[in-house]
Nanobody, 115 residues
Framework: QVQLVESGGGLVQAGGSLKLSCVAS????????MGWYRQAPGKQREWVAV???????SYADSVKGRFTISRDLPKNTMYLQMNSLKPEDAAVYYC?????????WGQGTQVTVSS
């Protein structure tokens, strides 16, 4: 079983930065696919960034050039550095891990961006 706990959300002014963290516990493997999703009020959850094991990181067009995903394997922690935040980036951000065919989600962390 895998548990994911996000942190780092908060209130920031437009143009500011935040760094989200996701700590994974349980049976974690370096081959697991990890990524970030977000969900704004009244909208569907959308993919933000993904870091496949040994592969190239990918970003949604809306965050490309502003967000950076990274992973510290020894700490079982994934990060999302968010720069130049915009009001439209406001959402609950979720950490995701896929292990074989199983999907795991964190509880989410709220990001609020004031204009």
């Amino acid at each position: 079983q895998v548990q994911l706990v996000e942190s780092g959300g908060g209130l920031v002014q437009a143009g500011g930065s935040l760094k989200l963290s996701c700590v994974a516990s349980g049976s974690i493997f370096s081959s697991d696919l990890m990524g970030w999703y977000r969900q704004a009020p009244g909208k569907q959850r959308e993919w933000v960034a993904v870091m496949p094991s040994g592969g190239t990181t990918s970003y949604a067009d809306s965050v490309k050039g502003r967000f950076t995903i990274s992973r510290d394997l020894p700490k079982n922690t994934m990060y999302l550095q968010m720069n130049s935040l915009k009001p439209e980036d406001a959402a609950v951000y979720y950490c995701h891990l896929r292990q074989r065919t199983d999907d795991y989600w964190g509880q989410g962390t709220q990001v609020t961006v004031s204009s």
